[in-house]
């Protein structure tokens, strides 16, 4: 019985920030079945050892400064494909890839959430079976735990998003070593590793990075005249 009360505890700890304030998500569409707060709690009380650890990358990221930036039970949050590929819905990265995500998650902190406010996390780290059945890169840095793909909690046209995003990106993304990538709607990447965009199309309004980075450099010679 304490045992089961303390995994109970431990299980609506890790996800009481998704919980403190009530909001109208636009998420529901991007999140798999099973992947969902509900799926979440039955995968940990299912992994009473993972969702241990998950307490654990929890207290980490908090003391790195980064433990609010979204639900830390997000990030454990695996892939889209992770039944189709015969994976866990969830799954914590191993100790060693901890600190990588950390500074992804001050560039999201820092850069994104100012520009378009808050976020869910749908993946972080991919274990290599996973992201190799998933169709992921094989240089993918979700699986050393440092991308993240995100949507915004709160409606945004594709276009604006892409503008707003592409902005933030012009300005700090290369003194940061920040990528962005865009998927399907909403749905975007950001990692701190290498500078780059992807997944842009003309058609779809993705020359807004260009003139972003256009914009900053008229500026910024304007600024030296």
């Not at 199309?201 to 003139?211: R, Y």
């Amino acid at each position: 019985m304490r045992r089961a009360l303390s995994l109970a505890l431990l299980i609506c700890t890790v996800a009481s920030a998704s919980l403190s304030q009530p909001y109208a998500s636009t998420a529901g569409p991007y999140v798999i079945a099973g992947q969902d707060l509900a799926g979440y709690r039955s995968w940990a009380a299912a992994n009473p050892a993972q969702a241990a650890e998950l307490a654990g990358y929890a207290g980490y990221l908090t003391s790195a400064g980064v433990g609010d930036v979204v639900p830390v039970w997000q990030l454990a949050r695996t892939a889209s494909d992770w039944a189709k590929c015969g994976q866990p819905p969830f799954e914590v990265p191993p100790r060693t890839l901890w600190p990588n995500i950390v500074n992804s998650l001050r560039f999201v902190r820092d850069e994104v959430k100012p520009a378009v406010g808050e976020l869910e996390a749908l993946s972080a780290y991919r274990n290599p079976a996973l992201n190799q059945c998933a169709g992921g890169s094989p240089e993918s840095v979700h699986m050393t735990n440092t991308g993240i793909d995100l949507v915004p909690r709160y409606p945004f046209e594709r276009t604006a998003l892409m503008s707003r995003l592409c902005t933030v990106h012009a300005r700090a993304g290369r003194a940061k070593n920040a990528g962005l990538g865009f998927y399907v709607g909403i749905r975007f990447h950001i990692d701190v590793w290498k500078y780059r965009t992807w997944g842009i199309t003309a058609e779809e309004g993705g020359d807004q990075c260009a003139i972003a980075l256009e914009r900053r450099e008229a500026a910024r010679e304007l600024s030296h005249q």
